[in-house]
């Protein structure tokens, strides 16, 4: 069992950057890909980025590539999620999970744990 909790999220305006932070507890870190997925309201909950176990793979959704960073310090049991040049449409409650999988997947359901969720609201 992992437990994964979100932080960073907040308002900002559009252009603007936020760091998002998902600690995880639990078995051991490494033993996990991670990834990122934003839900916006009434919208379907869709994929953002992924880094396999080792941090040496990484995937992005076209919608936040070269924009958004992804990373991972598996001796702090953390990965984390820059957000750089924010849109309005980045609006949404972005969770991080974790896969068993190991290597990067896009898919939600090949994610075994979920965060709740840090909202992330971006002004125009």
């Known amino acids: 069992q992992v437990q994964l909790v979100e932080s960073g999220g907040g308002l900002v305006q559009a252009g603007g950057s936020l760091r998002l932070s998902c600690v995880a507890s639990?078995?051991?870190?490494?033993?996990?890909?991670m990834g990122w997925f934003r839900q916006a309201p009434g919208k379907e909950r869709e994929f953002v980025a992924a880094?396999?176990?080792?941090?040496?793979?990484?995937y992005y959704a076209d919608s936040v590539k070269g924009r958004f960073t992804i990373s991972r310090d598996n001796a702090k049991n953390t990965v984390y999620l820059q957000m750089n040049s924010l849109k309005p449409e980045d609006t949404a409650v972005y969770y991080c999970?974790?896969?068993?999988?190991?290597?990067?997947?896009?898919?939600?359901?090949?994610?075994?744990?979920w965060g709740q969720g840090t909202q992330v609201t971006v002004s125009s």
């Open positions: 639990g078995r051991t870190f490494s033993r996990y890909a």
């Open positions: 880094i396999s176990w080792s941090g040496d793979s990484t």
């Open positions: 999970a974790a896969s068993e999988l190991r290597f990067v997947t896009t898919t939600s359901s090949s994610y075994d744990y």
